[in-house]
């Protein structure tokens, strides 16, 4: 019993950890479904457009917020960040359900950014650490399906309240605004990662060596090397998935000419499609599997899907059957793998640091290219496709290259080979 008692804990804390993606997701998304009621109401100009892109929780904000997060949650345990941001969140979604002009919104996406942002590098380095060895790929998808799965709401919602108009969105919001405040108390109970109060002790009790942990202990050859495989193939995929998630209901209703019902559904198909490759494909063979064979097929996937919007027109079937190409082929991609890999590559005490560097490079560059795709569709939507069908192309030869091979190692062993 007491395995079985064990077990149900470890899933409650991954679903607990795992809601941080659930409101990434849903930040992002919500903000995309409403970019077009906001562009009718407040007459946003395309720089502006832009600034909401660059600076909410898809890029720049997120991108500080794991800077700052990860490296406090190294120092001070897991349980404090993932714990009291929630809070941090809560506000920061307020301004976006009481917004009654542009700025506001500018405001209340930053906000929630921050809180975002230092979320990821906590919940995923709990995730990892608290689950067991042979099932770390599996624990991980949860917390992706959990990201899927708040895109998903949150277009539906939008659908259904589309006749509302702005008083719809801002319902989604504070959905949103209320989740974070019930997570914070459900998180409360949760208890701290063993891992990281077993390397802080011991830490602790070696006081005349120098502090395992620290900043300059991330900027060895080994790390940087890691973090640089991890950050360029992340950061490539991203730049297609931060694109296309914000992005993609603008530009069906703008370039491929549809309404904004058809949009929204497009949308919440394709997080359906990446929810089940999710469960039937990376839970079920990551930590089983030759992780970069795996990892390959799903990039080849996402190439030929990306490569359809750049060679034929932009028509809903067109559009159905990129949807369904990507959703398959990220569903098991770069995404899931990149948080299990960055939680699979570095020390207990410098996990959340490495993450939330990386993380903030990533979404930092999302965030300048962010402001540019405005521009860069208004010029030619085939341009701006091939250029993301090279980013996929980037980001699916350097993980491809040099993907690890970590599935069914404990994170004590893989410590030990690195060392």
């Not at 491929?256 to 058809?262: A, E, K, L, M, R």
């Not at 599997?289 to 996937?301: D, E, K, P, T, Y």
């Not at 030929?304 to 949807?323: D, E, N, R, S, Y």
């Not at 570095?346 to 490079?361: D, E, H, I, K």
Request: aromatic share 14%.
């Amino acid at each position: 019993m007491a395995g079985v008692s064990d077990e149900r804990e470890d899933w409650k804390n991954t679903i607990l950890a795992g809601l941080a993606n659930y409101i990434d997701a849903g930040s992002i998304v919500a903000g995309s479904a409403a970019l077009a009621l906001w562009v009718e109401v407040y007459g946003l100009s395309t720089d502006l457009i832009g600034l909401i892109g660059a600076f909410g929780p898809n890029a720049i904000a997120a991108g500080i917020g794991a800077l700052i997060g990860g490296r406090l949650c190294d120092l001070f345990g897991r349980k404090r960040i993932y714990q009291y941001d929630m809070l941090f969140y809560a506000f920061g979604m307020l301004w976006l359900v009481f917004a009654i002009n542009a700025w506001m919104i500018v405001i209340g996406f930053f906000l929630v950014g921050l809180a975002v942002g230092a979320d990821i590098p906590a919940s995923w380095s709990l995730i990892a650490e608290m689950a067991p060895d042979d099932k770390r790929g599996k624990h991980s998808g949860v917390a992706q399906v959990l990201w899927y799965l708040g895109p998903v709401v949150v277009l539906l919602m939008f659908l259904v309240l589309e006749p509302l108009g702005l008083l719809g969105a801002r319902i989604v919001f504070a959905h949103l605004a209320i989740l974070a405040v019930a997570l914070t108390f459900l998180r409360s109970r949760m208890s701290e990662s063993k891992r990281w109060l077993e390397a802080n002790a011991v830490t602790s009790a070696n006081a005349a060596r120098p502090p395992r942990g620290a900043w300059r202990d991330l900027f060895t050859r080994q790390h940087i090397g890691s973090m640089a495989f991890l950050a360029g193939m992340y950061l490539f995929w991203n730049l297609w998935a931060g694109t296309n998630g914000f992005f993609f209901p603008y530009i069906l209703r703008t370039v491929g000419d549809q309404s904004q019902t058809v949009a929204v559904a497009v949308q919440a198909l394709s997080f359906l499609l990446g929810m089940a490759s999710i469960y039937f494909i990376f839970m079920k063979f990551s930590d089983r599997v030759n992780q970069r064979m795996l990892f390959g097929l799903s990039a080849l996937i996402q190439v030929i899907g990306m490569a359809l919007l750049a060679v034929f027109p932009l028509t809903l079937p067109i559009a159905l059957l990129h949807v369904f190409l990507m959703a398959v082929g990220q569903g098991f991609g770069a995404q899931c793998f990149f948080q299990l890999w960055s939680s699979e590559m570095f020390p207990t005490l410098l996990r959340s640091t490495a993450q939330g560097v990386m993380f903030a490079v990533v979404r930092i560059c999302l965030g300048v290219f962010s402001f540019f795709v405005p521009f860069l569709s208004a010029t030619g939507f085939t341009t701006l496709a091939w250029i993301l069908v090279g980013f996929l192309t980037i980001s699916g030869l350097i993980g491809f290259i040099w993907a690890p091979r970590n599935e069914g190692k404990s994170l004590e062993q893989l410590e030990a080979e690195r060392a």
